[in-house]
C-alpha cells in the first residue's frame, strides 16, 4: 500500500494534469457562479471529455469542475443574496450582509480561503483515513440517517431564532411543501390538485432564489437606502491575516462537523453548512452578531460544505459504489476508461486511486491561486450602476430558475416563492426553517419509509433488537434539542433588538 | 434573369416552408441540432450511455444531439415533454421498457406509450443478476426462493425504486415461484448494493457489468443471471429456474413523437444502424462494459407490443394480491 502510495505521487505529478485541473477549477467557478447552472450539470455535460483524456488528466478535470463548482455557488450568495444551490444558503446569512456593508471582497476571501481549509483537511483526512472511513460509512443505513435527520430538523428549529414557534411553523409549511408531488416510496400523488407540473414535486432552485433573492430585489423599491440602489457600491478591502485568524477556532470546527457529516451517507452539503454554521454562533460569546454581517458566519458555513468533499469518495473507491450524483458522475469517467472502482482496483492498480486522491489534495493549491486572482474580477458585479443591476438580477433570478430544467412553469413558481419570501420579511417570519424543512423532508421520509420497510411491520423488536444506533440517536435527539434551545435563550436575552431586519 | 431569380427565390422558400411538413424534408432535415431527452437523473447508466453515443453519433447525422436530462415522476416528466414535443424529428427521448411500457399499469398517464411513441433503435440491452454477499447462507438461488417461502418477508431485497429495473424483475420471480420478499427501496441500484454490502439487505439484483470488481474481491455472489443462457459458467440462468422469456432485461431504446415524418424516422434508424460499425462507440461502449445489441426499430416495436401485455398481466396479478 506504501509503495502503491509513492508511485502514484509520481504519477500525479505532470503539468498536464495540473492545467486540465485549472480549467476545471476555472469553469467549474463561472459555472456554479450562474444561478440555475449546477455544477452537477457541468460535470455531466464536460464529462465526454474525460472520455478522449488519460485517467489521470480526465478524473482530476471533473474533480476540478466539482471544487470550483461548489465554491462559485458562493459567489451569488454573497453579492446578491442569490444562492445558486443548497450548499450556498447559510453563506447569504452572513454573506450578503457583509457586502451591503461594503465589505463584499472580504466575504469572498473568507470564503475562499475557509472552502480551501475545509477541503484540504477533509481530502488530507480522507487519504490518510480510507479504510477505517470504510468501515464506518457501513454503519448508517436507512434506519440511522432518519435519526439523524430528525436530530438536524430538531437543532435548525431550536435554534432558528427568538420565537421557535414561528420557526415551528415555517418549517412546518417546508415540510408539507417537500411531500407535494409523488410520494417518493408508494408512487402515489399527494397534494398536486391535478396539475401534472407538481407531479414531480417543487423545484429547489426556484425556491431558493424566489425567497432568498426577490425580497431584496423588492426592497429596493421601497428602502432608498439599500445597498442595490448603490449605498454600498465599493468593493472594500481584501481579508487580513488577523481576521482569518480569529475565526480559525470556527474554521477547524466547521471542517470536523463537515468531514463527520460527509462520512455519513446520504446527509451531504447543505446539512453540513447549517450545522456548521449553528455551531459556530452555539460557541461565539457574541450569537446576535450573526446573521447580521459576521465574517465568521461566512466561514462557518464554506468550510463545513466544502469538507464534505473528501469522504464523499470513500464509497466510490473502495467499493464502486456512488454516494451521490456528483460521484455517480465520477464513476462514469471512472468506468469510461476502463478502470471499474471497487476493492478490485485498489488490489490491482492502488497506484492510479492514490495519484487521484493526491491530485485532489494539491488540486487545492491551484484553487487558492485562481480563486484569489479572479475573485476581484467577480467582486466587480457590486459596483455596476443599479440602473443596469437590479435588471440583470432579475433576470438571472427568472433564467436561473428556468435553466434548471427547462420548464416555463419553474417561473411561476419562482414568482410564488418570491411573494412568499416577500410576505413573511414583512410580517418577520425567517425563511430558513421553512427551506430547510423541505430540503430535508423528502431524504427524511424516505429514509423513515426504508426503516418502516426494514422493520416489516414490527418497528420496535427492530430497533431493540437491530438498530441500538437509531435507537440511542432518537433518545438524544430532545435532550440535544432542549439544550440547545437552553442556550439560545440565554445568549439572546439581553439584547431587546429583533432579529430580522 | 433577375426576375427568374426573384421567382426562384419565391417557390424555394415555398418549397423549403412546404417542406417542414411535407415529402421534400430528407434533404434537409437536420438542419439544427437535435434534442435527446433522458426522462432519468445525471450519472446513471442511460446518462452514461448517451454520452457515449451522442458523442459519435455527428458524424452520420451531421448535426449535434444535445442531452437533455429530464428527471421526475419516475421518468413520466421527461417522458412527456416529448409526448408534447413536435414530431419533427427534433425532439427525442432515450428510455427503458419499464418507464415505457410498465408504468401505464401502474398509474394514469398524460401520453399513452404505444400510441405516442415509436422505436428509433434499441441501443443495447442489460441482463439483470440476482447478488447475494459473499458470506451468504444462500448458496443457490434455490436456498434463498425456499426461505422465501418458508418465511415470508425475512429475505430483505434492496431495489432501486418500485416499478423499476430491479423491482420488476423481483416481482417476476415472486410471481412465477410464488413466494414473497420483503421489498425495501433505495435511491438507486448504487445504494442498493451498499445495503447489501452492509448487511442491511439479504439480497438484491445487479447488472454484471457493474459487479466485476465486487465479484473479484469475493464480496458480492450471483446466484442466477436473466435470460436463456449463462453468462457466469456456474450460475444458472432464469430459464433454468423456469422463469423464462423477456424477464430481467432492461432494454435502452430511443423512441420518437409517433407522428414523426416517415423519411426522417429512416434517416435516424439509419444513423443508429450505422453507430453498430463504428469503432469509436465499440471502443468506448466496451469500456463502459456494455453491450452493443442493437435492434431495429421495427423489430423492437413487436417486442414492444408484447412488452405490453406480460406486464398488464405482473401488475395486476402482484397489485391484485
Same mark, same amino acid.
Given at each position: 500500500?506504501?509503495?502503491?502510495?509513492?508511485?502514484?505521487?509520481?504519477?500525479?505529478?505532470?503539468?498536464?494534469?495540473?492545467?486540465?485541473?485549472?480549467?476545471?477549477?476555472?469553469?467549474?467557478?463561472?459555472?456554479?457562479?450562474?444561478?440555475?447552472?449546477?455544477?452537477?450539470?457541468?460535470?455531466?455535460?464536460?464529462?465526454?471529455?474525460?472520455?478522449?483524456? +488519460?485517467?489521470?488528466?480526465?478524473?482530476?478535470?471533473?474533480?476540478?469542475?466539482?471544487?470550483?463548482?461548489?465554491?462559485?455557488?458562493?459567489?451569488?450568495?454573497?453579492?446578491?443574496?442569490?444562492?445558486?444551490?443548497?450548499?450556498?444558503?447559510?453563506?447569504?446569512?452572513?454573506?450578503?450582509?457583509?457586502?451591503?456593508?461594503?465589505?463584499?471582497?472580504?466575504?469572498?476571501?473568507?470564503?475562499?480561503?475557509?472552502?480551501?481549509?475545509?477541503?484540504?483537511?477533509?481530502?488530507?483526512?480522507?487519504?490518510?483515513?480510507?479504510?477505517?472511513?470504510?468501515?464506518?460509512?457501513?454503519?448508517?443505513?436507512?434506519? +440511522?440517517?432518519?435519526?439523524?435527520?430528525?436530530?438536524?430538523?430538531?437543532?435548525?428549529?431550536?435554534?432558528?431564532?427568538?420565537?421557535?414557534?414561528?420557526?415551528?411553523?415555517?418549517?412546518?409549511?417546508?415540510?408539507?411543501?417537500?411531500?407535494?408531488?409523488?410520494?417518493?416510496?408508494?408512487?402515489?400523488?399527494?397534494?398536486?390538485?391535478?396539475?401534472?407540473?407538481?407531479?414531480?414535486?417543487?423545484?429547489?432552485?426556484?425556491?431558493?432564489?424566489?425567497?432568498?433573492?426577490?425580497?431584496?430585489?423588492?426592497?429596493?423599491?421601497?428602502?432608498?437606502?439599500?445597498?442595490?440602489?448603490?449605498?454600498?457600491?465599493?468593493?472594500?478591502?481584501?481579508?487580513?491575516?488577523?481576521?482569518?485568524?480569529?475565526?480559525?477556532?470556527?474554521?477547524?470546527?466547521?471542517?470536523?462537523?463537515?468531514?463527520?457529516?460527509?462520512?455519513?451517507?446520504?446527509?451531504?452539503?447543505?446539512?453540513?453548512?447549517?450545522?456548521?454554521?449553528?455551531?459556530?454562533?452555539?460557541?461565539?460569546?457574541?450569537?446576535?452578531?450573526?446573521?447580521?454581517?459576521?465574517?465568521?458566519?461566512?466561514?462557518?458555513? +464554506?468550510?463545513?460544505?466544502?469538507?464534505?468533499?473528501?469522504?464523499?469518495?470513500?464509497?466510490?473507491?473502495?467499493?464502486?459504489?456512488?454516494?451521490?450524483?456528483?460521484?455517480?458522475?465520477?464513476?462514469?469517467?471512472?468506468?469510461?476508461?476502463?478502470?471499474?472502482?471497487?476493492?478490485?482496483?485498489?488490489?490491482?492498480?492502488?497506484?492510479?486511486?492514490?495519484?487521484?486522491?493526491?491530485?485532489?489534495?494539491?488540486?487545492?493549491?491551484?484553487?487558492?491561486?485562481?480563486?484569489?486572482?479572479?475573485?476581484?474580477?467577480?467582486?466587480?458585479?457590486?459596483?455596476?450602476?443599479?440602473?443596469?443591476?437590479?435588471?440583470?438580477?432579475?433576470?438571472?433570478?427568472?433564467?436561473?430558475?428556468?435553466?434548471?430544467?427547462?420548464?416555463?412553469?419553474?417561473?411561476?413558481?419562482?414568482?410564488?416563492?418570491?411573494?412568499?419570501?416577500?410576505?413573511?420579511?414583512?410580517?418577520?417570519?425567517?425563511?430558513?426553517?421553512?427551506?430547510?424543512?423541505?430540503?430535508?423532508?423528502?431524504?427524511?421520509?424516505?429514509?423513515?419509509?426504508?426503516?418502516?420497510?426494514?422493520?416489516?411491520?414490527?418497528?420496535?423488536?427492530?430497533?431493540?433488537? +437491530?438498530?441500538?444506533?437509531?435507537?440511542?440517536?432518537?433518545?438524544?435527539?430532545?435532550?440535544?434539542?432542549?439544550?440547545?434551545?437552553?442556550?439560545?435563550?440565554?445568549?439572546?436575552?439581553?439584547?431587546?433588538?429583533?432579529?430580522?431586519? | 434573369?433577375? =426576375?427568374?431569380?426573384?421567382?426562384?427565390?419565391?417557390?424555394?422558400?415555398?418549397?423549403?416552408?412546404?417542406?417542414?411538413?411535407?415529402?421534400?424534408?430528407?434533404?434537409? /432535415?437536420?438542419?439544427?441540432?437535435?434534442?435527446?431527452?433522458?426522462?432519468?437523473?445525471?450519472?446513471?447508466?442511460?446518462?452514461?450511455?448517451?454520452?457515449?453515443?451522442?458523442?459519435?453519433?455527428?458524424?452520420?447525422?451531421?448535426?449535434?444531439?444535445?442531452?437533455?436530462?429530464?428527471?421526475?415522476?419516475?421518468?413520466?416528466?421527461?417522458?412527456?415533454?416529448?409526448?408534447?414535443?413536435?414530431?419533427?424529428?427534433?425532439?427525442?427521448?432515450?428510455?427503458?421498457?419499464?418507464?415505457?411500457?410498465?408504468?401505464?399499469?401502474?398509474?394514469?398517464?398524460?401520453?399513452?406509450?404505444?400510441?405516442?411513441?415509436?422505436?428509433?433503435?434499441?441501443?443495447? /440491452?442489460?441482463?439483470?443478476?440476482?447478488?447475494?454477499?459473499?458470506?451468504?447462507?444462500? =448458496?443457490?438461488?434455490?436456498?434463498?426462493? =425456499?426461505?422465501?417461502?418458508?418465511?415470508?418477508? =425475512?429475505?430483505?431485497?434492496?431495489?432501486?425504486?418500485?416499478?423499476?429495473?430491479?423491482?420488476?424483475?423481483?416481482?417476476?420471480?415472486?410471481?412465477?415461484?410464488?413466494?414473497?420478499?420483503?421489498?425495501?427501496?433505495?435511491?438507486?441500484?448504487?445504494?442498493?448494493?451498499?445495503?447489501?454490502?452492509?448487511?442491511?439487505?439479504?439480497?438484491?439484483?445487479?447488472?454484471?457489468?457493474?459487479?466485476?470488481?465486487?465479484?473479484?474481491?469475493?464480496?458480492?455472489?450471483?446466484?442466477?443471471?436473466?435470460?436463456?443462457?449463462?453468462? /457466469?459458467?456456474?450460475?444458472?440462468?432464469?430459464?433454468?429456474?423456469?422463469?423464462?422469456?423477456?424477464?430481467?432485461?432492461?432494454?435502452?431504446?430511443?423512441?420518437?413523437?409517433?407522428?414523426?415524418?416517415?423519411?426522417?424516422?429512416?434517416?435516424?434508424?439509419?444513423?443508429?444502424?450505422?453507430?453498430?460499425?463504428?469503432?469509436?462507440?465499440?471502443?468506448?461502449?466496451?469500456?463502459?462494459?456494455?453491450?452493443?445489441?442493437?435492434?431495429?426499430?421495427?423489430?423492437?416495436?413487436?417486442?414492444?407490443?408484447?412488452?405490453?401485455?406480460?406486464?398488464?398481466?405482473?401488475?395486476?396479478?402482484?397489485?391484485?394480491?
Amino acid at each position: 500500500m506504501i509503495e502503491a502510495f509513492f508511485t502514484g505521487l509520481g504519477m500525479a505529478m505532470r503539468v498536464d494534469t495540473f492545467i486540465m485541473v485549472s480549467i476545471g477549477l476555472f469553469s467549474g467557478m463561472l459555472i456554479g457562479a450562474l444561478p440555475g447552472f449546477t455544477t452537477l450539470m457541468a460535470m455531466a455535460i464536460l464529462l465526454p471529455v474525460s472520455f478522449f483524456l +488519460e485517467p489521470i488528466v480526465g478524473i482530476p478535470f471533473l474533480l476540478g469542475i466539482y471544487k470550483g463548482g461548489i465554491f462559485g455557488g458562493s459567489i451569488p450568495a454573497i453579492l446578491v443574496s442569490m444562492p445558486g444551490t443548497g450548499a450556498a444558503i447559510a453563506t447569504t446569512f452572513d454573506g450578503y450582509k457583509l457586502t451591503q456593508k461594503g465589505q463584499s471582497r472580504k466575504a469572498l476571501d473568507m470564503a475562499l480561503f475557509s472552502s480551501i481549509f475545509g477541503d484540504t483537511s477533509s481530502d488530507i483526512f480522507t487519504l490518510l483515513m480510507i479504510f477505517p472511513i470504510a468501515l464506518i460509512v457501513m454503519q448508517f443505513g436507512p434506519p +440511522e440517517l432518519a435519526a439523524i435527520l430528525f436530530l438536524s430538523l430538531v437543532i435548525i428549529a431550536a435554534t432558528a431564532g427568538r420565537n421557535p414557534l414561528k420557526g415551528l411553523l415555517m418549517m412546518a409549511i417546508g415540510l408539507w411543501f417537500s411531500m407535494i408531488g409523488t410520494d417518493p416510496i408508494g408512487g402515489v400523488e399527494r397534494f398536486t390538485f391535478g396539475i401534472f407540473e407538481l407531479k414531480s414535486g417543487i423545484p429547489l432552485l426556484p425556491m431558493l432564489i424566489g425567497v432568498f433573492a426577490l425580497p431584496e430585489i423588492v426592497s429596493v423599491f421601497g428602502d432608498r437606502s439599500s445597498h442595490l440602489r448603490g449605498a454600498a457600491k465599493v468593493l472594500g478591502e481584501r481579508l487580513k491575516l488577523a481576521e482569518f485568524k480569529q475565526s480559525f477556532r470556527t474554521i477547524c470546527r466547521s471542517t470536523m462537523i463537515g468531514t463527520g457529516i460527509g462520512v455519513i451517507p446520504g446527509l451531504g452539503q447543505v446539512v453540513a453548512a447549517m450545522m456548521g454554521y449553528t455551531a459556530a454562533r452555539n460557541a461565539s460569546p457574541t450569537p446576535e452578531k450573526f446573521g447580521k454581517g459576521e465574517l465568521e458566519g461566512v466561514a462557518a458555513a +464554506e468550510a463545513a460544505n466544502n469538507a464534505v468533499n473528501g469522504p464523499t469518495m470513500v464509497p466510490l473507491l473502495t467499493l464502486g459504489i456512488p454516494g451521490d450524483n456528483v460521484t455517480a458522475i465520477l464513476l462514469g469517467a471512472f468506468i469510461a476508461q476502463g478502470l471499474r472502482p471497487g476493492p478490485e482496483l485498489f488490489e490491482s492498480q492502488g497506484s492510479v486511486v492514490f495519484a487521484i486522491l493526491i491530485v485532489m489534495v494539491l488540486a487545492n493549491i491551484l484553487f487558492l491561486a485562481i480563486g484569489y486572482l479572479s475573485i476581484p474580477f467577480f467582486a466587480r458585479i457590486v459596483t455596476i450602476k443599479s440602473s443596469l443591476l437590479i435588471p440583470m438580477v432579475i433576470m438571472f433570478a427568472v433564467a436561473g430558475s428556468y435553466v434548471f430544467r427547462s420548464d416555463v412553469f419553474d417561473i411561476l413558481m419562482l414568482a410564488f416563492f418570491g411573494i412568499l419570501g416577500v410576505i413573511a420579511r414583512a410580517a418577520r417570519f425567517d425563511v430558513m426553517p421553512l427551506v430547510m424543512g423541505f430540503i430535508l423532508g423528502e431524504p427524511l421520509e424516505y429514509a423513515f419509509g426504508q426503516t418502516m420497510a426494514m422493520a416489516d411491520g414490527n418497528f420496535l423488536t427492530f430497533a431493540l433488537t +437491530e438498530r441500538h444506533g437509531m435507537l440511542a440517536i432518537l433518545i438524544a435527539t430532545p435532550l440535544i434539542g432542549y439544550w440547545l434551545w437552553r442556550r439560545m435563550n440565554k445568549a439572546s436575552k439581553p439584547s431587546p433588538v429583533d432579529q430580522l431586519s | 434573369m433577375s =426576375k427568374m431569380n426573384v421567382l426562384k427565390s419565391v417557390l424555394l422558400s415555398a418549397a423549403l416552408s412546404l417542406g417542414l411538413t411535407g415529402g421534400l424534408s430528407a434533404a434537409d /432535415y437536420p438542419e439544427k441540432p437535435l434534442t435527446l431527452v433522458i426522462p432519468l437523473g445525471a450519472g446513471g447508466s442511460h446518462d452514461l450511455n448517451a454520452r457515449v453515443f451522442t458523442s459519435v453519433i455527428p458524424q452520420y447525422i451531421k448535426q449535434a444531439m444535445i442531452v437533455q436530462l429530464s428527471p421526475g415522476a419516475s421518468g413520466q416528466k421527461g417522458t412527456n415533454e416529448v409526448a408534447k414535443a413536435d414530431a419533427d424529428g427534433y425532439t427525442l427521448l432515450f428510455s427503458h421498457n419499464y418507464i415505457d411500457q410498465l408504468q401505464q399499469h401502474v398509474e394514469s398517464l398524460p401520453y399513452d406509450p404505444l400510441k405516442d411513441f415509436v422505436t428509433v433503435a434499441r441501443i443495447n /440491452y442489460a441482463p439483470i443478476a440476482i447478488v447475494v454477499r459473499g458470506d451468504s447462507p444462500y =448458496k443457490t438461488a434455490d436456498d434463498l426462493f =425456499k426461505a422465501a417461502k418458508a418465511d415470508p418477508g =425475512k429475505v430483505r431485497m434492496a431495489h432501486s425504486g418500485n416499478w423499476g429495473a430491479l423491482f420488476v424483475p423481483a416481482a417476476q420471480l415472486m410471481q412465477a415461484n410464488d413466494l414473497n420478499f420483503n421489498l425495501v427501496p433505495y435511491k438507486g441500484g448504487g445504494p442498493a448494493m451498499q445495503a447489501l454490502l452492509s448487511g442491511d439487505a439479504d439480497m438484491t439484483m445487479g447488472f454484471p457489468s457493474t459487479l466485476s470488481s465486487l465479484l473479484a474481491s469475493g464480496d458480492v455472489r450471483v446466484l442466477a443471471t436473466a435470460g436463456d443462457e449463462r453468462i /457466469y459458467p456456474d450460475v444458472p440462468s432464469f430459464s433454468e429456474l423456469g422463469v423464462g422469456g423477456d424477464v430481467g432485461f432492461m432494454h435502452r431504446v430511443v423512441l420518437a413523437p409517433k407522428d414523426i415524418p416517415q423519411d426522417r424516422l429512416d434517416m435516424l434508424r439509419d444513423a443508429f444502424a450505422k453507430l453498430n460499425d463504428d469503432k469509436t462507440y465499440k471502443r468506448l461502449m466496451s469500456r463502459l462494459g456494455e453491450n452493443i445489441d442493437y435492434m431495429s426499430g421495427d423489430d423492437y416495436e413487436k417486442l414492444r407490443a408484447d412488452q405490453a401485455e406480460a406486464y398488464k398481466t405482473l401488475v395486476n396479478k402482484i397489485t391484485g394480491g
